[in-house]
């Protein structure tokens, strides 16, 4: 995806975005948190989408190439507000008026809250093993320390830095199908983590988000609002959050599909691309890679 990769500014927020695909129809891809990007999160599934889709993936701001300017947010605005008004004004900025979302995990929650306040921007919801549709924090309590208490983030980033090991270790435990996680992914985690060793963004999601019982941004109470029809895929064996959880999301959503897929963790495009694919191009009504 690097070949891909540009840069914008807009409303003076500078920004990298990955775009590739000649289609009409536009797909748009959000990653997820920690030390993830838009081309590590979505590279084995980019090509397929791509045939099908004119597909753009933007690094949130502070994430991957996309720099960290805290005072673009507004006065109390948090990351997941500040990411979804970011999402909006990046759409805006696109050839058609409406998309089709793809958001994983932390980009979960920007996504619901842009469709919720900007229906007309959204064609198509796709919510990948997604944060914002409640449960407990991951981590529990000591999650939650873990985020508060000052230092231990920095701590346990480099750990990680000086030991890649424990890098391939916590990696795999994101996976239901851990020997799946090769060396190369260990080395573009450990290589993200890296370059980011203090990654101030992150440290404020986790800060705003994490409480010793709940998450902070929690879209359960407003899913009927949401009038897009909305695809929910999900791994089975996710440990951070929960199947039930997404299962009943999908029942309280207007248009709701919940698809569970086995013998998968927290990351789809990792573990099941090609399964992943398919969903999505069969929700898009496109012609599956199977079909």
């Given amino acids: 995806m690097q070949n891909h990769r540009q840069f914008s500014e807009i409303d003076n927020i500078p920004f990298a975005f990955y775009e590739k695909g000649n289609a009409r129809e536009i797909l748009v891809l959000t990653h997820g948190g920690g030390s993830d990007s838009a081309p590590f999160c979505w590279q084995f599934v980019w090509e397929d989408l791509a045939r099908h889709f004119r597909v753009y993936a933007p690094d949130l701001p502070g994430f991957g190439d996309s720099p960290w300017y805290p005072e673009h947010l507004a006065p109390g605005e948090s990351l997941v507000a500040y990411h979804a008004r970011f999402l909006k ?38 919510l990948v093993d997604a944060y914002g549709l409640g449960g407990p924090p991951p981590g529990g309590p000591a999650g939650f320390l873990s985020a508060k208490i000052p230092g231990v ?11 890649p090991r424990l890098v391939n ?114 929700f898009c009504g496109k012609v599956s890679r199977s079909g």
């Fill in 89 to 126: 004004t990046f759409i805006e900025h696109l050839p058609t008026p409406r998309v089709n979302l793809v958001a994983f995990s932390m980009s979960g929650a920007a996504a619901l809250s842009l469709t919720l306040k900007h229906p007309q921007l959204v064609k198509r919801l796709i």
């Fill in 153 to 163: 983030q920095q701590l346990v980033r480099g750990a990680l830095i000086r030991q």
């Fill in 169 to 282: 270790w916590g990696f795999r435990r994101l996976f239901a199908q851990p020997e799946r996680v090769s060396s190369e992914l260990t080395c573009q985690a450990w290589e993200a983590i890296s370059n980011l060793p203090e990654h101030p963004a992150w440290k404020r999601f986790m800060q705003e988000e994490l409480s010793p019982v709940r998450m902070r941004s929690d879209f359960r109470g407003r899913l009927k609002e949401i009038s897009c029809p909305t695809l929910l895929i999900h791994g089975e064996m996710d440990r951070l959050f929960s199947r039930e959880s997404a299962r009943r999301a999908s029942e309280t959503l207007s248009h709701g599909q919940l698809e569970v897929l086995d013998q998968c963790g927290h990351c789809p495009q990792f573990e099941k691309p090609g399964a992943m694919v398919d969903l999505i191009l069969d």
